[in-house]
């Protein structure tokens, strides 16, 4: 996590380094622009981009950090590309499209080479059976184009490439779409902020919208999850079936 934690203080204890750990990703989750509006100060218009890319890259491609933002934060970063914000709208895309499909394609490795074990093991907490469930009935639905459907679904999309690795997906194939997946899912997010950031009621009402956009996003993984515990109870057989490891 050193990828983002230059910014924490230095704490006297350890109680009070974890306390300032969890209190850095609220309020980053809370209010990105502030966020970004430091670094832009703080590090200038060329370094700014280095949290940006790390954050998308470590949301990504670290299956124990599905936690960071990631919609909000390219919406957030598409209003400071837009004219007098500080940062260059075609810099931003292509660099956190990279970061995006670099963070992919080391889960996937992760995945592949350590997967199995890592879900033995049970110590990421947040890989419950029915988030791997939903993943894998959404690779079963939609095959390949899952890669780019998960880019989505907040917390989803860093598992998706993970367990792609674990059911030994073709790398070639799924190369091809993580590209595809990570161009739509940046460009969407930042152009929205682009565009409409400058409006005055987005302005007025800023952490609101932010707080909608995670809501939004996180609606379809509730629901599926949901329907998931729904189905184990009325069949346990046929979830208990989804959670095993891919062929």
């Known amino acids: ?23 850095f990703f609220l309020e980053l989750l809370r209010d990105p622009r502030g966020f970004i509006a430091q670094w832009i ?12 890319f790390l954050i998308i890259f470590c949301e990504t491609g670290l299956v124990i950090t599905p936690f960071l933002p990631g919609d909000s934060l390219l919406f957030a970063a ?14 931003l895309i ?25 879900i033995d093991s049970g110590k990421v907490k947040s890989l419950t059976p029915e988030r791997i469930a939903k993943v894998q009935g959404m690779f079963e639905k939609y095959g390949l184009l899952a890669i780019v459907l998960t880019r989505f679904f907040p917390i989803i999309r860093t598992f998706a490439p ?21 161009v739509l899912w ?6 929205l902020g682009y565009f409409f950031g400058g409006i005055p009621f987005v302005q007025d009402n800023f952490e609101l919208i932010i707080v909608a956009i995670v809501v939004i996003s996180f609606i379809p993984t509730v629901v599926g999850v949901i329907k998931l515990r729904l189905e184990k109870k009325k069949n346990p057989s046929s979830v208990s079936g989804h959670t095993d490891g891919q062929d």
């Open 41 to 52: 100060i703080d590090l200038g218009p060329v370094w700014v981009y280095t949290p940006l």
């Open 78 to 91: 598409g209003v400071f590309a837009a004219p007098g914000g500080g940062l260059n709208i075609v810099a």
């Open 162 to 182: 993970f367990l792609a690795g674990v059911g030994a997906m073709r790398f070639g194939r799924f190369t091809l779409f993580n590209v595809l997946g990570g």
């Open 186 to 191: 940046v460009s969407i997010f930042t152009l």
């Open 94 to 118: 292509v660099l956190l499209v990279i970061a995006a499909v670099a963070g992919n394609t080391s889960n996937y490795w992760i995945g592949r080479k350590m997967g199995q074990a890592i």
């Open 1 to 23: 996590m050193a990828c983002i934690l230059y910014a924490l203080p230095k704490p006297e204890a350890p109680e009070r380094h974890s306390v300032d750990i969890i209190q």
